[in-house]
Nanobody, 122 residues
Framework: QVRLVESGGGSVQAGGSLRLSCAAS????????IAWFRQAPGQEREGVAA????????KYADSVRGRFTISRDNTETMIGLQMNSLKPEDSAMYYC???????????????WGQGTQVTVSS
């Protein structure tokens, strides 16, 4: 059974940094991609970054490219999202998700964590 657990959210001032982590278990690494999504109140869930657990090939949304970095550890079961130069518009609930493709589309992901809140104040 796949289990994804996020951690690392919190509150930070604009321009600051946070690092989120996603602990994955019960997955088939060779067939799996992990992505980070976020959802602000009243808005649709949007993809932020995704990574292959085998090759570390990554994909980013234009809104975060150059500020956020997705990575995996050597065990391929802990996926991080380093967020730098944070802006108030980055405030949202952040979710990690797992699926069979390297995309940022919600519909391509079958497994989801419970989320962790990120709040950026101006």
């Amino acid at each position: 059974q796949v289990r994804l657990v996020e951690s690392g959210g919190g509150s930070v001032q604009a321009g600051g940094s946070l690092r989120l982590s996603c602990a994955a278990s019960g997955i088939s690494k060779a067939l799996y991609y992990i992505a980070w999504f976020r959802q602000a109140p009243g808005q649709e869930r949007e993809g932020v970054a995704a990574i292959s657990l085998i090759t570390s090939t990554a994909k980013y949304a234009d809104s975060v490219r150059g500020r956020f970095t997705i990575s995996r550890d050597n065990t391929e079961t802990m996926i991080g999202l380093q967020m730098n130069s944070l802006k108030p518009e980055d405030s949202a609930m952040y979710y990690c998700a797992g699926g069979p493709r390297l995309t940022l589309h919600v519909s391509d992901f079958d497994d989801w964590g419970q989320g962790t809140q990120v709040t950026v104040s101006s």
